[in-house]
């Protein structure tokens, strides 16, 4: 079978920096995969290649086994920030995406469907409230609904969580799992959260400070739901990566 995404031998420089040093690492369908790092490693820089917003140096990169100037539309991007539009309601938002995409006719077909996915997120009772009104992790849901408003098979997400407050970050680590499991979509995660990419993952991809390679990838094969303090397995993977970053740290230095 076709792998979701694959990078293979990627190489990249921007403005006479070598960023990438043959970056090799596949998604398949289905699949929840975080990729790790250090904080400037290029992580964020993957997906926008994935998403054909900036092009690879060399090398080759391939969204459903096509190249991203054609495999675009099978994607949709959950930022760091909800970027919601303040003047429309979470609905609204919700369907801004499909009308970008496809044109207001078509979404207002979808009305129903958005309806649907803010059930799905746990906002039934939110859909006529501006993003003023909503907190932190309930805008960040309604980013998460208007990903999927867009019915793509691969969601990328840029450290969606990072800006919330560690019970809400929680939270939303447990809901991201429960609605790719009843989805079935594809999820790159990008984190620089050793935790959060265990709690997460089907398989990690751990990249070097610059110019990034992939260091290893492992596989998480403990069951969900995930307790890092009572299971001694992810304890020890945690403190494998923690020093593992902690070189990196030193060498970047």
């Not at 979701?4 to 990249?12: K, M, P, T």
């Not at 006479?16 to 596949?26: H, L, M, T, V």
């Not at 992580?43 to 054609?70: F, M, Q, W, Y």
């Not at 020890?236 to 593992?244: F, H, I, K, P, S």
Request: proline fraction near 6%.
């Amino acid at each position: 079978m076709t792998a979701a995404i694959s990078f293979e031998g990627v190489e990249l420089s921007l403005g006479g920096e070598r960023i990438y040093d043959k970056i090799d690492f596949a998604v398949e369908r289905g699949e929840f995969v975080c990729l790790l790092g250090p904080s400037g490693c290029g992580k964020s820089t993957s997906l926008r290649i994935i998403g054909d917003l900036l092009p690879p140096g060399d090398g080759r990169v391939a969204v459903n086994g096509k190249p991203p100037s054609e495999g675009w539309s099978d994607i949709a991007f959950v930022f760091q920030s909800p970027r919601l539009a303040p003047w429309r309601t979470a609905i609204s938002n919700v369907l801004l995406g499909a009308e970008l995409r496809f044109g207001k006719a078509e979404a207002r077909r979808r009305a129903d469907k958005a309806r649907d996915l803010l059930a799905l997120v746990g906002l039934s009772a939110s859909a006529g409230k501006y993003p003023l009104m909503l907190s932190g992790g309930e805008r960040q849901r309604v980013a998460i609904a208007r990903a999927l408003a867009v019915d793509p098979s691969i969601i990328l997400m840029d450290e969606p969580f990072s800006a919330l407050d560690p019970n809400t970050r929680r939270r939303l680590r447990t809901e991201i799992i429960r609605i790719w499991q009843e989805t079935g979509k594809t999820i790159l995660f990008v984190t620089h959260d050793i935790e959060e990419a265990l709690v997460l993952a089907d398989r990690i991809v751990l990249m070097s400070n610059k110019p990034t390679r992939v260091l290893e990838t492992i596989r998480v094969e403990t069951p969900r739901p995930r307790d890092l303090a009572n299971n001694a397995h992810l304890r020890a993977l945690r403190e494998r990566l923690n020093d593992l970053f902690a070189t990196l740290e030193e060498t970047a230095e």
